[in-house]
């Protein structure tokens, strides 16, 4: 029999209250088959309400609970070091009145912002001298320019966040998504770091 098994701890566990985590929740496993069932339902964590909504668990701890049945077995660990368990509480409803008031501070911010940006590079000069250029006649409202410059905004929007509502225009991650990748980076490495009790030790020097 393989004596050795290959452990590989996922980056983020969403799971609900009070749930008990099995190894195969927080790592995908490469073993003999015989053990795998086994190690598969092993217990390495009982969720509780006092620990709150995020626990981490450490590939430390793991092996131990492994050796501590098996010490025969040889475990090697491949990628990260730590499991975030994200605990989620029962999604509520979505309150209208609230999604409408997100959606005008939204809607009308925006639409602010677009405005004051225009207004302070001049866009309406711009486009006015550039009508006068082009067709040699004065125009305080060009819209043959302000109504395609208004709708490739809009596009431009469309193309550079890369969705149309629910649905992707292609499969190249948005700016926006790229963002949010790299703070939920930084928010789980902070997590890991102070939320990890294994990861600092403080030695008093009496």
Partial sequence: MERTIYIRMRNRVQTRPNKTIYLKDAAQIIADERLLPKLQQMIIHQLTEKE?????I??????????SQFADLEVQTIGPAQTIIEVAAKKKGVSIPFFLLIWFLLFFGSALTLMNFH??????SVQEKIYTIITGKK???PLLFQIPYSIGLGLGMILFFNHVFKKRINDEPSPLEVEMFNYQMDLDNYVIINENKESMKRINDD
């Fill in 58 to 67: 450490d590939v430390m701890k793991v092996i131990q609970i492994i050796t």
């Fill in 139 to 141: 125009d305080a409202k």
């Fill in 119 to 124: 207004d302070d590079v001049s866009m309406r």
């Fill in 52 to 56: 709150g909504n995020i626990v981490i």
